[in-house]
């Protein structure tokens, strides 16, 4: 059974970098079938999506915070990160890893997300 | 930017009986549609996909329908433990370009 694991700091300083991996059990990042994302949840702003990442390293970030984000994959550990610099106290959020079930084939096809990691919650505060 | 807005905010059914939540797109996003269940402290539960297409392991309560911009989440014999709030999520475009909707909360009575 696929399971997902948020880990990193629970508190980050304003203008400061947030960093966080989400470890992968039970299937391989390298099988190359599917993407893998962040997603974020505020109270002010629901869920929110963060980006995606193709085990090859291909990238697709939400437009609003592409500026800031970065999300790369680590195979050889069978995980995948996200650091978000610039931090204030908007970032504050539980911060969730998921399986995007988006597939390339002759043509790219986006899809939902599943299943999710247990989630994290990162807050901004000096 | 595909805008996802759901009704009611909240929602307030007595057990056994039948609740309905709708989802709408500011723009067709075809049947690329799903559901999410989130209940306090947990992370998201896909429930539905493509719009009415249950998920491995969901309950045959839960069912979706529609498309275009104008969908429904229909749980029938409504039990305490769906007690939840319930998110939709739009998949139309590549590159993609998600967007959720802010959720209903469902109280069982």
């Known amino acids: 059974q696929l399971q997902l694991q948020e880990s990193g700091p629970g508190l980050v300083r304003p203008s400061e970098t947030l960093s966080l991996t989400c470890t992968v059990s039970?299937?391989?990042?390298?099988?190359?079938?599917?993407?893998w994302g962040w997603i974020r949840q505020s109270p002010g702003k629901g869920l929110e999506w963060i980006g995606i990442?193709?085990?090859?390293?291909?990238?697709y970030y939400n437009p609003s915070l592409k500026n800031r984000v970065t999300i790369s994959v680590d195979t050889s550990k069978n995980q995948f990160s996200l650091r978000l610099s610039s931090v204030t106290a908007a970032d504050t959020a539980v911060y969730y890893c998921?399986?995007?079930?988006?597939?390339?084939?002759?043509?790219?096809?986006?899809?939902?997300?599943?299943?999710w990691g247990q989630g994290t919650l990162v807050t901004v505060s000096s | 930017e595909i805008v996802m807005t759901q009704s009611p905010a909240t929602l307030s059914v007595s057990p056994g009986q039948r609740a309905t939540l709708s989802c709408r797109a500011t723009?067709?996003?075809?049947?690329?549609l799903a559901w999410y269940q989130q209940k306090p402290g947990q992370a998201p539960r896909l429930l539905i996909f493509?719009?009415?297409s249950r998920a491995t392991g969901i309950p045959a309560r839960f069912s979706g329908s529609g498309s275009g911009t104008e969908f429904t989440l229909t749980i029938s014999s409504l039990q305490s433990e769906d007690s939840a709030v319930y998110y939709c999520?739009?998949?139309?475009?590549?590159?993609?370009?998600?967007?959720f909707g802010q959720g209903t909360k469902l109280e069982i009575k």
């Open positions: 990442i193709y085990y090859s390293g291909s990238t």
């Open positions: 723009q067709s996003v075809s049947s690329n």
């Open positions: 039970g299937g391989f990042i390298s099988s190359g079938t599917y993407y």
């Open positions: 999520q739009q998949y139309k475009n590549w590159p993609p370009m998600y967007s």
């Open positions: 493509d719009a009415s």
């Open positions: 998921a399986r995007n079930l988006a597939y390339c084939g002759a043509n790219c096809y986006s899809s939902w997300f599943d299943p």
